[in-house]
């Protein structure tokens, strides 16, 4: 089922598939991997497999009964573009997404390069928001040229957790960009230099800035609860969210 979350830039969470694997350095600590053993060992429906992945057919229609406009966080447990995915049960998720046009539906991937492939020759929904994770240089730079070939309405940046200063980075066709630290035991630090040098980035280039959250490391660079390391960002929050313009509709 759709669910209420804390996830400072959404509504609800939908999760037509749950479970995934690693693929690169932002998932060393994934929550999504504890929360889905929890679930799991809590006898939770839908979490039978843990974070092996599964596809969940029955959730599928669950936006289409909601009036209310709501913003969707698409697979906060898993991601869509998956290659144990089919095409097909992707074709789903967007048909149905497509059918709710009185909602915005996010979806943040780290297989750029298969939702790229995905989209070729194809436009994604109107009310679709495309983004990927962008949490280190390696790894997350070269998302970027796949999520600029989509032509979604919104394509977005999840720079969380933010494991090292990105340095200048090319944001052209980038609309949003969110910035966190890694929250968990485990967590390693968020420096305040690195989230302003994006920030100056989205500034100059008039992309809108989104700061979720320290997580684990405060700007003082210690280590403390989530909760004390807060939202500030130099006395403040920064809660910028892009106005959606589909030049290509
Ligand atoms: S892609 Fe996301 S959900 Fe999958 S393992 Fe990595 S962090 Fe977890």
């Not at 991997?33 to 939770?44: H, N």
Request: hydrophobic letters at 40%; glycine letters at 8%; aromatic letters at 10%.
């Amino acid at each position: 089922m759709s669910t209420k979350t804390s996830i400072e830039w959404t509504e609800q969470t939908w999760n037509p598939t749950v479970g995934c694997s690693k693929i690169s350095a932002g998932c060393a600590n994934c929550y999504a991997e504890a929360m889905a053993r929890r679930l799991k060992a809590m006898g939770v429906k839908g979490y039978e497999n843990g974070f092996q992945l599964t596809l969940l057919p029955e959730r599928l229609e669950e936006p289409l009964s909601r009036r209310r406009p709501t913003t969707y966080f698409v697979n906060s447990m898993s991601d869509l573009f998956h290659e144990n995915i089919p095409d097909n049960y992707i074709r789903k998720v967007l048909a149905v997404i497509q059918q709710s046009p009185q909602h915005t539906f996010q979806i943040l991937t780290k297989r750029a390069k298969r939702m790229a492939d995905f989209f070729q020759g194809r436009t994604p929904p109107l009310n679709a928001w495309l983004g990927v994770t962008v949490e280190n240089r390696a790894d997350g730079i070269p998302r970027l040229d796949c999520l600029r070939a989509v032509a979604a309405c919104v394509r977005f940046v999840s720079a969380e957790p933010l494991l090292e200063d990105l340095g200048i980075v090319d944001l052209s066709g980038i609309h949003w960009v969110i910035v966190g630290g890694e929250s968990g035991p485990k967590a390693r630090p968020m420096k305040r230099e690195w989230v302003m040098n994006i920030k100056s980035q989205c500034d100059a280039e008039k992309v809108a800035f989104f700061f979720k959250q320290w997580g684990g490391w405060g700007a003082d660079g210690k280590k403390r609860a989530k909760k004390q390391n807060g939202r500030l960002l130099d006395g403040r929050t920064w809660d910028a969210v892009p106005v959606p313009f589909c030049d290509f509709a």
